[in-house]
């Protein structure tokens, strides 16, 4: 079965100060990883997908399948960070989505 | 600029209505998603369509049908609204597969 799993419910840090959202993943496969954000009244967009390799607004995750974790990573937050972040996986060949239950972010000033 | 629009922000219904909840693509995607999304519990798919008129059901399609007759627009339909029913609904849109799924503004549901 394909599960994904974000372990923190709620997290808060101070700007400037690193942050990392955790994933990790259940899937048999190679699977095709992202995360979506949300912002306050916004709809909900594609951050960055493992497969892209990119950093996206100073954000960057990397695909451990030794850990099965997709962890998403950023050095130093800001404000303007602060959002819904979900992880959601892809199996091989599938169009469809599984997503985690998601971390609300809070960047504090 | 792929846009996906849902035909309501806000929409209030009573228990035992037929609600319809409409959703438009204008990127010619062949998929198209059905989304719950409730605090704690994430976004949970309630049926997906791969082409015009076929449909899979999700996790969670008790209570839910849909119906899609042209490509671009994909319906939602509660057939006998129920409380537990009261929810954020995302509809979604994309394009072969493990790609990137664009998403609507939402449709909040309350059922009184």
């Known amino acids: 079965a394909q599960r994904v799993t974000q372990p923190e419910k709620l997290l808060s840090v101070f700007k400037g100060a690193p942050v990392e959202l955790k994933c990790n993943y259940s899937?048999?496969?190679?699977?095709?990883l992202f995360w979506y954000v949300q912002y306050s009244r916004q709809r909900l967009q594609l951050l960055l997908r493992?497969?892209s390799r990119e950093s996206i607004k100073g954000f960057t995750a990397d695909l451990n399948k030794g850990e099965t974790s997709f962890h998403l990573k950023k050095p130093f937050a800001q404000e303007e960070d602060s959002a819904m972040y979900y992880c959601?996986?892809?199996?091989?060949?599938?169009?469809?989505?599984?997503f985690g239950k998601g971390t609300k972010l809070t960047v504090n000033p | 600029d792929v846009k996906v629009t849902q035909s309501s922000r806000y929409l209030v219904k009573r228990t035992g209505e037929k609600v319809f909840l409409e959703c438009v693509q204008d990127?010619?995607?062949?998929?198209m998603f059905w989304y719950r999304q409730d605090p704690g519990l994430g976004l949970r798919l309630i049926y997906f369509?791969?082409?015009?008129?076929?449909?899979e059901k999700g996790d969670i399609p008790e209570g839910y049908s849909v119906s899609r007759e042209k490509k671009e627009r994909f319906s939602l339909i509660l057939e006998s609204a129920s409380t537990n029913q009261t929810s954020m609904y995302l509809c979604?849109?994309?394009?072969?597969?493990?790609?990137?799924?664009?998403f609507g503004p939402g449709t909040r549901l309350t059922v009184l």
């Open positions: 979604a849109s994309s394009v072969g597969s493990a790609n990137e799924q664009f």
């Open positions: 899937y048999s496969g190679s699977p095709e």
């Open positions: 493992h497969i």
């Open positions: 959601a996986l892809s199996g091989h060949g599938s169009e469809k989505l599984v």
């Open positions: 990127m010619d995607h062949e998929n």
């Open positions: 369509s791969y082409d015009v008129k076929m449909k």
